[in-house]
């Protein structure tokens, strides 16, 4: 193969599935020696999440009807199954649900000096391994400067909110195809798949997609 496979993730940085399978498929990527393109796309999973945010665990229980129990467990199951990726979740009862827009602005910033998947991946890190507030522009700041771009451009652009409009457009744009839950990955502009996915079956999916490519 001469060309990589690429693949479109519309995603949140508070997703944490969507943590999950981008790991998942960047393993079968690297297991299969199917090079990959990654382009990643905004999505907000509380797009009227107020300033301060919420109780993480309160804010599932309101939305989902997650029982306490149901929210250990399934920490529990997260936290094992980004450990078995190489990626940490570290919850704690104190953790915040945030709102993600300013985050997003930050990924649609450093696209422009070809630093997004840095930015994302710098950002999940940030959120689920570092719990630190994804809404605060100081904290983005530190993020961006942590993957070689400037802060106080990177402060300035958030404090402006000169990406607002676009990362907007952007946001309606894959809402407006139809994508109303994330991940939800795009490979080579043609078929979407939803959720994560695990690593047998991205890697199904990238050597299919490999043998079209290479016909």
């Known amino acids: 193969m001469t060309q990589p496979i690429r693949v479109d993730i519309v995603s949140d940085v508070?997703?944490?599935?969507?943590?999950?399978?981008?790991?998942?498929l960047a393993k079968a990527a690297d297991e299969t020696g199917i090079e990959i393109e990654v382009h990643w796309h905004p999505f907000e999973l509380n797009p009227q999440m107020a300033a301060e945010g919420e109780n993480?665990?309160?804010?599932?229980?309101?939305?989902?009807?997650?029982?306490?129990?149901?929210?250990?467990?399934a920490r529990a199951r997260l936290s094992e199954m980004g450990a078995a990726l190489g990626f940490m979740f570290n919850y704690a009862d104190d953790m915040r649900m945030?709102?993600?827009?300013r985050a997003h602005q930050l990924i649609d910033w450093a696209e422009n000096q070809g630093l997004a998947h840095d930015a994302k991946l710098a950002l999940f890190e940030a959120f689920?391994?570092?719990?630190e507030n994804?809404?605060?522009?100081?904290?983005?700041?530190?993020?961006?400067?942590?993957?070689?771009?400037?802060?106080?451009?990177?402060?300035?652009?958030?404090?402006s909110g000169e990406m607002a409009d676009i990362v907007r457009q952007k946001e309606q744009f894959w809402t407006s195809r139809g994508v109303t839950g994330v991940p939800a990955m795009i490979f080579q502009r043609q078929h979407l798949v939803s959720g994560a996915q695990g690593e047998d079956n991205y890697a199904r999916i990238l050597g299919h997609l490999a043998e079209i490519v290479a016909a």
């Open 56 to 73: 993480l665990r309160e804010h599932l229980a309101a939305k989902y009807g997650t029982t306490p129990e149901g929210s250990k467990k």
């Open 128 to 131: 689920f391994t570092r719990r």
């Open 134 to 159: 994804l809404n605060d522009p100081s904290v983005l700041a530190e993020v961006a400067q942590s993957i070689g771009l400037n802060h106080d451009a990177a402060l300035a652009m958030l404090l």
């Open 14 to 24: 508070v997703c944490p599935w969507c943590a999950i399978g981008y790991y998942q």
């Open 98 to 101: 945030v709102n993600t827009f």
